[in-house]
């Protein structure tokens, strides 16, 4: 009996794909603005962290190819968007904690 796909599986499949240039997830970085699940249908909206990312195809390709191979999806489109842009701001508190960043209380 194959489970039914939820937002929270997709979220925690996004969470599994690292940025190869960060080594951090999708997710982590904050790459990943929207997730819309109808249905056997996924829709993700992304961005990279520069338009002129080297490893971007990489990226969309393992994005698709992770939620594809989930029991229950039937079609993934990984849109890259570019509004709003990417900034370190969107970084996840994990994301900050493996880079080594230090929270600011100002």
Not at 27 to 52: I, Q
Not at 84 to 89: A, D, L, M, S
Request: glycine fraction near 10%; charge should be negative; charged fraction near 20%.
């Amino acid at each position: 009996m194959t489970s039914a796909l939820t937002l929270e599986t997709l979220w925690q499949t996004l969470g599994t794909i690292l940025d190869p240039e960060f080594g951090l997830s999708i997710v982590d970085l904050g790459l990943v603005y929207d997730v819309v699940l109808e249905g056997d249908r996924v829709s993700v909206k992304m961005t990279l962290t520069s338009p002129a990312c080297p490893a971007s195809g990489m990226i969309v390709d393992g994005t698709r190819a992770a939620l594809v191979a989930l029991p229950g999806a039937a079609s993934v489109d990984v849109s890259l968007v570019w509004e709003p842009p990417w900034t370190p701001e969107r970084l996840t508190r994990g994301g900050r904690d493996q880079l080594g960043w230090i929270e600011s209380d100002a």
